[in-house]
């Protein structure tokens, strides 16, 4: 089978970021597929407007679009835009014998639609996030924007032969617009398991490159500093917890529109550099080291009802890594972890509490151990990428017939 897949974000294992459609893409790939990645290049200097590579079987067409997610909005939507027309236009000289188009942006729906009418062959949408739910919800979309987004969203439906959905929640709220059930294919981000199962010494060995660390009990946050992320909750938290228990320390490793915001928090705090450290992003294939040192990771969202439907990457790394691991959000997530033992759903706006259950988890060594032992066994059984990219797989075919 021939599968145009469209990913405007698409990053491999060099790159920083979520690799989901590598991951997925790499899989049909060798089960015997040809897979065609349209996407972007995001460097400023990048001149020419299309290259090709060849990344582990996967051809990748990357257009030059510089993006970043500290641009004004404007510039964002310059940049969905750019995207939308060009892939539309060179989307269409491919052959393919099923579209796969992933959000975000939902405007990735625009040229995946096209190509699916002038190709004839059935499109098959991803959905990362309910937009234009969330984005309304933050206040990014106001206004006369909203109708277009509304419209856009059903547009994206409506040209849909199938949907994926990341999310319980996620398959939800397709349905409340009238999407067939039958047809919502709930596929979570998944846990790496052979990239994550590395030796002790991996962990021992990023320790040793920090003089702060050494044999420090670890709490990491290890992505996107975003607006909707809301890290400046961990630099809160080890200061509550700084009062308690100096020992243990707190680690953020990524890049984002507020890194300069957390960092201005923890020097407030008066914890920056004390049990408060940041480093930046680091590539995908480097990850496995940094959740190896770690005795607790975190995935973290702002106070926000719409984001708890959320398949944070985050959190299937850590059980892919054995890490127990910490959320500050309800949802199916935090039900997750009351189920299964993984690890703890911290209090989000009683730091006092939230600092108490961080410190109690780290000092019962024998229960940190079993969580971490129970996160992994939960990844083998429900999350494991290969097993869910054979269920995409089989939703691609079925709907390529």
């Known amino acids: ?184 294919h709930v596929i979570p981000n998944s846990a790496d398991l052979e990239m994550f199962n590395v030796p002790e010494i991996t962990g021992h060995e990023f320790r040793k490159q920090f003089n702060w660390l050494g044999n420090r009990p670890l709490v990491v946050y290890a992505g996107a500093l975003g607006r909707i992320n809301g890290v400046g909750y961990l630099a809160d938290l080890a200061s509550a917890v700084m009062t308690k228990n100096p020992d243990i320390c707190f680690l953020v490793v990524g890049e984002g529109a507020e890194n300069d915001k957390v960092l201005s928090i923890a020097k407030t705090n008066g914890v920056f550099e004390r049990n408060f450290f940041m480093l930046p992003a680091i590539p995908k294939q480097k990850m496995p080291a940094v959740l190896s040192a770690a005795d607790i990771a975190t995935s973290l969202f702002i106070d926000l009802p719409p984001m708890w439907a959320n398949s944070a990457n985050k959190f299937f790394d850590a059980l892919a890594s054995g890490t127990p691991v910490a959320i500050n959000y309800l949802g199916w997530q935090a039900d997750l972890i009351s189920g299964t033992g993984v690890g703890v759903v911290l209090d989000r706006k009683d730091f006092e509490k939230s600092s108490h259950q961080i410190i109690d988890a780290i000092e019962d060594r024998e229960q940190l151990k079993v969580a971490g032992i129970a996160a992994r066994e939960l990844a083998q059984s429900r999350f494991s990428r290969d097993k869910l990219a054979k269920k995409l797989e089989t939703v691609l075919i079925s709907a390529a017939d």
């Open 1 to 184: 089978m021939r599968i145009i897949y469209l990913h405007q974000y698409f990053n491999t294992l060099q790159m920083f970021g979520g690799t989901r459609s590598f991951e997925m893409a790499r899989r049909l790939v060798a089960w015997g597929h040809e897979v065609h990645m349209i996407t972007t290049i995001r460097e400023k200097y990048i001149s020419r407007k299309w290259s090709r590579t060849i990344e582990e079987g996967i051809k990748v067409h990357w257009l030059s679009v510089p993006y970043d997610n500290s641009m004004y909005f404007i510039d964002r939507i310059r940049a969905f835009l750019k995207y939308a027309i060009e892939s539309a236009i060179y989307g269409c000289h491919l052959s393919g014998d099923v579209i796969f188009a992933t959000s975000t942006p939902l405007t990735v729906a625009l040229p995946a639609a096209y190509i699916s009418k002038r190709k004839k062959i059935p499109l098959i949408f991803e959905v990362r996030d309910l937009w234009p739910e969330l984005p309304i919800a933050i206040g990014t979309l106001k206004g006369p924007m909203i109708p277009p987004a509304v419209w856009l969203e059903k547009f994206a439906y409506r040209n849909s032969k199938e949907i994926i959905a990341l999310s319980p929640g996620m398959k939800e709220g397709i349905i409340r617009t009238g999407f067939p059930t039958e047809r919502i």
